[in-house]
């Protein structure tokens, strides 16, 4: 933790730092610390704009709006954790795969990476929809399936370029196993880059999701996802700003912060800027 | 005698950002025709040295000391403008690396035909400036000047690119020629060609050479006089041929007996203990002090003596070593 | 001094294919004959492009080859086992040129020395170990306290001391150093030919030295082979060959080096 709080040159980047610590425990807590029941229906409070009683206000169902966007935080950054966890496993070992076997099942795997990822996640998105049902699930398995190429290709490219180094050619001559090869000698230097690419994906992920729900692929209305709120309110702009722009801006602003935190990292982490 | 051509006096480079002092003191002279060496380990300071002074440098810059060319004292203000002018003109430059100062999609003829224009007016597309190219690229040895002047740059060898390169400065007819460890990347045969060209040509032109190199043997053979820089600081100008032989500066001494030699056995060597400094040293007193078997107290803190160009020999020693008695 | 060459390559050669081409080159290696015997210093001596590293590959098994015998103290190579195989590892070990690559920037220098202890002799504890790496650090010139360190911290020449002792920890008979000194500063190359030197008398070790540096190899090599465009032109006692070479291309190689 200290280290990247080191790495923070500016200000900014140290907002960056603590926002994302903020939604981080404001996904991990949030359902605690709702004052009301985010799902809980009641007509006579509806459209209230922010007071002392409803912080940020009631949607057009009375539900009260700070609520579900602190039950939603634990739904958004909860999908994005599942979907990268998965992703970022699956394609690792695709690539680790695919770069120490070499030949023909290298130039295959790839390939396939390659024709993957020119499924665009949206009418993936919509084929899981229509067949599990429009919902949080089918958004997140549909955003599984169309990034894990990202992270096979990155990650083989990653390890070719370290096996190619000496350290390497020395691990060999001292006999040292494939596992220990992977684990201890290419894992751990392919780290960085990894994490940087994971970093700037959390607002990717994080923007395809509430995106998908937003136009009802993902996560249905009443859920307080970000995405669905933002539909959900979509009706109520003239009379009830404050709907759409709690869950916009708290979009907007995690997905700022991550960005900066991603572009710091990889300034900080680049070899090739790092003194000898 | 005649005045020099170059004259560096109490050259100190710093650092724009941080104004680290990188290289301080430096002074040095260079005669008409002369073939000068400037040597030092990696991180001694030359290559920056070099480059802040002749206005290639952009994160560095001048904070002390005049440098003199041709008998014009280059302005502090504005100093890397004005260097860089002298440059393609009266000054040409051979960088150290061939395979990335040549312009790998414009033909190699055009480079030089480019050269010629931007140094003495020739036209481009006029036949007498072809000529002109085509036969400074004979003069550097390359084989079949007509066809190599229609080529391209990774048509060549590194040799030959560093010949090309070296063709696009002679083409300028520059009184002086600052190369660079022009041969580090060459195998050692390729090597001793180029240098021996480079060096016959510029003679026979009575042009100025300033060869810089981490190679103290290659210059030993190579030049007439050379100035040995280490940790941003300049410890010895000294004839070449005075190199092993004579009393010289410790540290140039302790350099020349750590370098393994046509005529030397392995109880001729003796290692320099301890780790290289850097320039940007930034402390008192000699750098060479923590690693010099003469050293003394007085060599952390005394200041180190200044060349002030009065004679063509020079020596740094706080304790005196190496000084013409 | 056993009769039995520790080394012995007869009429090995390797082609590349497509995939591996130097500089719009691609070559072979041709006809390599060569012999090391216990106790000897033996340097290959070539510019870029000869294939000297590719016989240093060879020899140390990183590599394979395409035709030809190798036989290492006797025994045909291609014949290994997988255990024979393994055992090889602990009694030949090479040292790189490059000190920034061939350690892993993620380990600690501490477990870099120790893997190859903790491969082939398992049966150490971790206080043995431990005091093994010690040891070994200061055998190479280095603090005996530095094992914590990661490699980053260190610069070249330590760095290049690092891979030394991590080459030594397994106790070869044989060690191979592919130009253990070209990327080093003037100043610390001739520091760690010191240590080579005491090494090679302190421990009795036999060396194969390639390098580009004919005064390097002059210095240290009892005999030598020069090689040019992958096969070997020239062989002999160094002293012999360095000052009367009998091939135009040594010849011309050693008037060319300052």
């Known amino acids: 933790m200290r280290t990247l709080w080191s790495y923070a040159r500016n200000n900014i980047e140290r907002t960056a730092l603590i926002v994302a610590v903020l939604v981080i425990l404001m996904a991990i807590l949030g359902g605690f610390l709702a004052p009301f029941d985010p799902l809980k229906i009641d007509f006579r409070a509806k459209l209230q704009p922010p007071s002392a009683e409803h912080w940020l206000g009631t949607d057009g169902s009375g539900r009260d709006v700070l609520s579900r966007l602190l039950v939603g935080a634990q739904m958004t950054l909860t999908s994005t954790a599942i979907v990268l966890a998965v992703v970022v496993a699956f394609g690792v070992a695709v690539g680790v795969l695919s770069a120490f076997v070499g030949g023909a099942i290298d130039n295959l795997l790839m390939r396939l990476a390659d024709v993957w990822l020119g499924f665009p996640p949206l009418i993936l998105a919509l084929g899981f929809a229509s067949a599990l049902g429009a919902s949080l699930e089918a958004a997140i398995w549909a955003l599984i399936v169309s990034w894990w190429p990202n992270y096979a290709r990155l990650t083989r490219m990653v390890t070719v370029d370290i096996l190619s180094r000496k350290f390497i050619a020395s691990a060999d001559a001292l006999g040292v196993s494939t596992g220990a090869k992977i684990f201890r000698y290419v894992l751990p230097n392919a780290f960085d880059v990894l994490i940087v690419q994971v970093t700037l994906d959390i607002s990717a992920i994080m923007l395809a999701i509430s995106g998908l729900s937003f136009i009802g692929v993902g996560a249905q209305i009443p859920l307080p996802e970000w995405g669905a709120m933002i539909a959900d309110g979509r009706s109520y702009v003239a009379n009830g700003w404050w709907i759409v722009l709690a869950p916009g801006l708290m979009i907007f602003i995690t997905a700022f912060a991550f960005n900066i935190i991603g572009d710091m990292l990889r300034r900080e982490l680049d070899p090739t800027s790092r003194r000898r | ?325 | 001094m056993s009769s039995n060459p520790l080394v012995q390559l007869q009429g090995v050669a390797k082609s590349f294919g497509r995939r591996l081409l130097v500089q719009n080159r691609s070559f072979a290696l041709k006809d390599i004959n060569l012999t090391v015997n216990r106790g000897e210093v033996v340097g290959i001596l070539g510019e870029s492009g000869s294939g000297k590293s590719t016989v240093a590959n060879i020899i140390t098994r990183l590599t394979s080859y395409d035709e030809g015998r190798y036989l290492y103290d006797g025994h045909d190579v291609a014949g290994y086992l997988k255990s024979e195989s393994f055992g090889f590892k602990s009694r030949v070990q090479i040292v790189f040129q490059d000190p920034y690559g061939s350690l892993n920037p993620r380990a600690t220098v501490a477990a870099s020395i120790a893997e190859g202890i903790r491969l082939h002799q398992p049966q150490m504890s971790k206080a043995e170990r431990d005091q093994r790496v010690a040891q070994l650090l200061e055998e190479v010139g280095l603090p005996a306290d530095c094992g914590s360190r990661y490699p980053h911290e260190f610069s070249g020449g330590q760095r290049q001391r690092i891979a030394i002792a991590r080459a030594l920890a397994v106790g070869p008979e044989l060690l191979v150093c592919d130009e253990p000194l070209s990327s080093l500063d003037v100043s610390i190359q001739a520091q760690v030919l010191e240590l080579f030197v005491k090494l090679i008398r302190e421990r009795h070790l036999t060396i194969i030295f390639i390098s580009h540096d004919v005064n390097v190899v002059r210095l240290i090599c009892d005999r030598v082979y020069v090689m040019h465009e992958g096969r070997i032109v020239e062989e002999g006692k160094a002293t012999d060959v360095l000052s009367h070479p009998q091939n135009a291309y040594t010849a011309r190689l050693l008037a060319a080096v300052y």
């Open chain 2, 1 to 325: 005698m005649a005045a020099p051509l170059l004259t560096l006096h109490n050259i100190t480079v710093a650092l724009r950002e941080t104004g680290r002092r990188m290289v301080t003191g430096v002074g040095f002279t260079v005669h008409a025709g002369e073939v000068f060496g400037l040597v030092g380990e990696s991180g001694s300071g030359k290559t920056l040295l070099t480059r802040t002074v002749f206005g290639l440098q952009d994160d560095t810059h001048l904070v002390d000391g005049t440098v003199t060319f041709n008998d014009k004292t280059l302005p502090r203000e504005g100093y890397a403008s004005a260097a860089r002018k002298l440059l393609g003109g009266q000054i040409g430059f051979v960088p150290q690396d061939p395979f990335s100062s040549l312009n790998p999609t414009m033909r190699v003829g055009t480079q030089i035909t480019e050269a010629l224009y931007l140094a003495k007016g020739m036209p481009m597309n006029a036949p007498a400036t072809r000529q002109a190219a085509i036969q400074v690229l004979a003069e550097v040895g390359i084989p079949e000047p007509e066809l190599a002047f229609r080529q391209f740059p990774d048509q060549f060898s590194g040799g030959m690119r560093q010949r090309i390169v070296f063709a696009i400065a002679l083409a300028q007819d520059p009184k002086l020629l600052i190369a660079d460890e022009p041969t580090t990347a060459l195998d050692a045969i390729t090597q001793r060609r180029v240098i021996e060209l480079m060096l016959d040509r510029c003679r026979n032109r009575g042009m100025a050479v300033i060869l810089i190199s981490h190679n103290l043997e290659l210059l030993r053979q190579s030049v007439d006089r050379l100035a040995v820089l280490y940790g941003g600081q300049l410890h010895n100008v000294a004839p070449a041929s005075s190199i092993g032989h004579e009393t010289s500066h410790p540290y140039t001494e302790a350099l020349f007996d750590c370098i393994p030699g046509k005529d030397k056995t392995l109880a001729d060597i003796r290692a320099i203990r301890g780790e290289p400094v850097g320039a940007g040293f930034g402390l008192k007193g000699c750098a060479f002090a923590a690693r010099c078997r003469y050293a003394e107290e007085r060599c952390r803190t005394a200041d180190l003596p200044l060349n002030d160009n009065s004679s063509t020999g020079f020596t740094a020693c706080v304790l005196g070593r190496g000084a013409p008695a």
